[in-house]
């Protein structure tokens, strides 16, 4: 399994190299950037056509009607570059069905998105030489995990977005932060969680 991660990646960063045995390519468009592709998913089934799908700007990537810097794919989820990234490498792990929340979400979808954190992270680290020291400018060492939910995200997805110490790219990590105060206000709110969570359990 870890071979086969390994050779789709390649594939997709080295689109021009010889195609790693098991794994195919598709042809790139005459007018398509370099080391630009679009996923040879195909999401035309009616359920995918929903209100909603056809105009999701994730959807129209997973079927191949926008292009992405696609950096990994499989049968559930895909990994590319943010469009308009806030560091090098910041990508977004999207899965391949219209998912508008994370309650609407398969957990094996999820769990199955989840599970590429690691490998996908650790990839895209290495790529843009995190932690290393390149002319007495240190870059990234670290990144945030980020789950963007609900229709204003345009469908669930996870955004890996590399760091480096002092980037202040949160606005908020200068903000002094206050500890949390034992009131009824807290404990009504902690009440509040683990009633829903015992109900949905």
Known sequence: MAHRRIAVLSSHLSPAG???SGVARRSPEPDEPPCVAT???SAGDAESQRDGEAGCVFCRIIRGESPAFKLYEDDVCICILD???LTSGHSLIIPKSHS?????TSPSVI??????IPFLSNCIMKATQCGRVTCNVKIADSFNLLVNNGSAAGQTHLHIIPRKAGDQLWPSESFRR???ESNQEIVDLVNSV???V????
């Not at 508008?100 to 609407?104: N, R």
């Not at 769990?111 to 590429?116: E, T």
């Not at 015992?198 to 359990?201: A, C, V």
Request: aromatic share 0%; proline share 17%.
């Open 194 to 196: 683990r009633d829903l």
């Open 178 to 180: 206050q500890p949390i």
């Open 18 to 20: 010889p195609t790693p």
């Open 198 to 201: 015992s109900s949905r359990s």
């Open 111 to 116: 769990a199955s998105m989840c599970s590429k």
């Open 100 to 104: 508008p929340s994370l309650e609407s």
């Open 39 to 41: 996923s040879s998913c």
């Open 83 to 85: 469009s308009n990234p």
